[in-house]
T-cell receptor, first 115, second 110 residues
Framework: DTGVSQDPRHKITKRGQNVTFRCDPI?????LYWYRQTLGQGPEFLTY????????KSRLLSDRFSAERPKGSFSTLEIQRTEQGDSAMYLC?????????????FGPGTRLTVL | QKEVEQNSGPLSVPEGAIASLNCTYS??????FFWYRQYSGKSPELIMF????GDKEDGRFTAQLNKASQYVSLLIRDSQPSDSATYLC??????????FGAGTRLTVKP
């Protein structure tokens, strides 16, 4: 399967704990995105990498959130000191974009529940 | 005003009918437009994209773009029960992040 993969698919944690999610993009894609989606809403942009460089971060992304993409391959999203409001589906997408064309393909997501 | 607006629905059509889904956006500088389908509990799946004014057809799907009116639509011909899902409109405003609408829930009744 050459699609975007994410791990874990589900994560239940207690408030105050740290969690880390992994995303493996489509192999030839140079761009990787993290989004968050809550029930009844569309995905909200969190951050974006081109190769290993993190080029943009949403102001929605608090200091408790950090993302990395070492070597421009897989990416990790870490949430420190989780809060109940962090409960959501965390989606990763990748694209091979040139100019303004940017067709993004999503992974299956990681559903986070903070108790 | 939200950046990307969609009627939340639900939109209900009978099997075999045409489903029409609409989306408006606020940023006149928006350059590319996408429709995603999302089944309950699943991630969004890209079904159509359009960059130029006019119509773009792909099988049973037609995307329509009118930049002057800041309006994008998706038509689904010969709707099937398997088309029942939430349809998300997404707009690329020239930055790298995409702005999504909240989605329209479509139900196709057999």
């Amino acid at each position: 399967d050459t699609g975007v993969s994410q791990d874990p698919r589900h994560k239940i944690t207690k408030r105050g704990q740290n969690v880390t999610f992994r995303c493996d993009p489509i192999s030839e894609h140079n761009r990787l995105y993290w989004y968050r989606q809550t029930l009844g809403q569309g995905p909200e942009f969190l951050t974006y990498f081109q190769n290993e460089a993190q080029l943009e971060k949403s102001r929605l992304l608090s200091d408790r959130f950090s993302a990395e993409r070492p070597k421009g391959s897989f990416s990790t999203l870490e949430i420190q000191r989780t809060e109940q409001g962090d409960s959501a589906m965390y989606l990763c997408a990748s694209s091979f974009a040139e100019g303004s064309y940017n067709e993004q393909f999503f992974g299956p997501g990681t559903r986070l529940t903070v108790l | 005003q939200k950046e990307v607006e969609q009627n939340s629905g639900p939109l209900s059509v009978p099997e075999g009918a045409i489903a029409s889904l609409n989306c408006t956006y606020s940023d006149r500088g928006s350059q590319s437009f996408f429709w995603y389908r999302q089944y309950s509990g699943k991630s969004p799946e890209l079904i159509m994209f359009i960059y130029s004014n006019g119509d773009k057809e792909d099988g049973r799907f037609t995307a329509q773009l009118n930049k002057a009116s800041q309006y994008v639509s998706l038509l689904i011909r010969d709707s099937q029960p398997s088309d029942s899902a939430t349809y998300l409109c997404a707009v690329n405003q020239g930055r790298e992040d995409m702005r999504f609408g909240a989605g329209t829930r479509l139900t196709v009744k057999p």
